[in-house]
T-cell receptor
Framework: NAGVTQTPKFQVLKTGQSMTLQCAQD?????MYWYRQDPGMGLRLIYY???????DKGEVPNGYNVSRLNKREFSLRLESAAPSQTSVYFC????????????FGPGTRLTVL | TQLLEQSPQFLSIQEGENLTVYCNSS?????LQWYRQEPGEGPVLLVTVVTGGEVKKLKRLTFQFGDARKDSSLHITAAQPGDTGLYLC?????????????FGGGTRLMVKP
């Protein structure tokens, strides 16, 4: 039982490059989330998927796209990376979006030069 | 301006001291969660408080939800080096997809032996 897994753990991109962050959970959770964490800002929601087949924008969606591939997997894509997207990205899942405990992955540290 | 303001942002204390972390907002939350995050890892849930005025204890940690469900506090008694970490509060606000979590900026605690 791995919980929430994320790949890669570290990534360095040049401005304008694209990449996809992968996330998978094995807890049979319905809801999945992508956050970014910047110093002093806590966690800010980028996109979420309340259930399989649905995705919605969070607080800071600009420059990102997501895909809920199936119940287990939720990916985050940066089409044209910018230095402002340098951050630590966390994927999380929960049984449902109604204030349930969220389980977080270990994070991806992304640097955009 | 963040919806949830945490204070203090940083706290460095000696082992055995007591401390309180505050989480304040002008918004009403349906529930409030406290997470603890260690370096290189994702946040892990400590507690969820739901009822206004609720107090929950977890060993040396005491959590309180304000009567109006707009604020919360975390009190640690006789802090130990193992308490070192980033403490995050997160309030659940209802939107069309359910109760989404909004996070505070975090309090970074260091307990020196």
């Amino acid at each position: 039982n791995a919980g929430v897994t994320q790949t890669p753990k570290f990534q360095v991109l040049k401005t304008g490059q694209s990449m996809t962050l992968q996330c998978a959970q094995d807890m049979n959770h319905n809801s999945m989330y992508w956050y970014r964490q910047d110093p002093g800002m806590g966690l800010r929601l980028i996109y979420y998927s309340a259930s399989e087949g649905t995705t919605d924008k969070g607080e800071v969606p600009n420059g990102y796209n997501v895909s809920r591939l199936n119940k287990r997997e939720f990916s985050l894509r940066l089409e044209s990376a910018a230095p402002s997207q340098t951050s630590v990205y966390f994927c999380a899942s929960s049984y449902a979006p109604q204030g349930y405990e969220q389980f977080f992955g270990p994070g991806t540290r992304l640097t955009v030069l | 301006t963040q919806l949830l303001e945490q204070s203090p942002q940083f706290l460095s204390i000696q082992e055995g001291e007591n401390l309180t972390v505050y989480c304040n907002s002008s918004s009403v939350f349906s529930s409030l969660q406290w997470y603890r995050q260690e370096p290189g890892e994702g946040p892990v849930l400590l507690v969820t408080v739901v009822t206004g005025g609720e107090v929950k204890k977890l060993k040396r940690l005491t959590f309180q939800f304000g009567d109006a469900r707009k604020d919360s506090s975390l009190h640690i008694t006789a802090a130990q080096p193992g308490d070192t970490g980033l403490y995050l509060c997160a309030g659940a606000i209802n939107n069309n997809a359910g109760n989404m979590l909004t996070f505070g900026g975090g309090t970074r605690l260091m307990v020196k032996p």
